[in-house]
């Protein structure tokens, strides 16, 4: 639904608006409003801007990307999920970077399955955005989900394989490559949540919800 009204001259606290009554219409509640303070719905995240970025009155222009980052609480399971969607036309770095993301995520997904270490996972990710010639953000992870917005294990998008926990079957999880042009660091604005790249380069972030199972995954947000 968002990514079709994400065009030039629309305002992120629209986006926003829009996702709130989404959600609750369809019986669910927004899990990012309120949580830890954050005031919106959605993580609006422009350009540079790599994560938790507020929704507000900034319009978007053409040639922006935009990373529209979403949870929703239902029947009491909270899912996350997040898209990078182009605003018109964009530059060719700009599509790369997007590409490279889902292309890391996808690749996560085919390997994902129980029995597995975090490890695993992480270097998949982290081989597909360097064969891109790009740059996974280290400070930002992936996470374990359930009854809240963050669960153990974190699962970074840069690692070893045979390391880290144990994939259960039955465990759910947010995988989510996020990935620079240049930058593989942070830092953040004065209002307290929005994290930029450390040098200003283009940043994508590509998320979904997965159900671990002996065979694979199944995609759930």
């Not at 986006?15 to 019986?27: K, N, P, S, Y």
């Not at 898209?83 to 997904?109: F, K, N, W, Y």
């Not at 597909?128 to 400070?139: E, L, T």
């Not at 926990?165 to 929005?194: C, H, K, N």
């Amino acid at each position: 639904m968002l990514r079709g009204k994400a065009v030039a001259g629309v305002r992120t606290m629209e986006l926003d608006q829009w996702a709130e009554a989404f959600i609750r219409e369809h019986g669910g509640e927004p899990a990012f409003k309120g949580y830890g303070g954050f005031p919106g719905t959605l993580c609006t995240s422009v350009n540079e801007e790599c994560v938790h970025g507020i929704p507000g009155a900034r319009a978007l222009r053409e040639g922006d990307i935009v990373s529209l980052d979403c949870g929703v609480r239902f029947e009491g399971l909270v899912t996350d999920a997040c898209i990078t969607v182009p605003i018109g036309r964009v530059s060719e770095d700009a599509v790369h970077v997007m590409e490279v993301a889902q292309a890391a995520l996808e690749r996560a997904v085919s390997v994902l399955k129980a029995g597995i270490h975090v490890g695993d996972v992480s270097h998949a990710i982290e081989e597909v955005v360097r064969a891109g010639s790009c740059k996974v953000i280290k400070p930002l992870t992936g996470h374990g989900l359930g009854e809240s917005v963050h669960h153990y294990p974190d699962i970074p998008n840069h690692g070893r394989r045979g390391t880290g926990p144990v994939f259960p079957a039955g465990t759910v999880v947010a995988i989510e490559p996020i990935v620079s042009l240049e930058d593989d660091d942070v830092r953040q604005l004065s209002d307290g949540w929005t994290l930029v790249t450390a040098k200003g380069s283009l940043c994508s972030h590509s998320e979904y919800t997965l159900l671990v199972t002996e065979q694979g995954c199944d995609i759930i947000a």
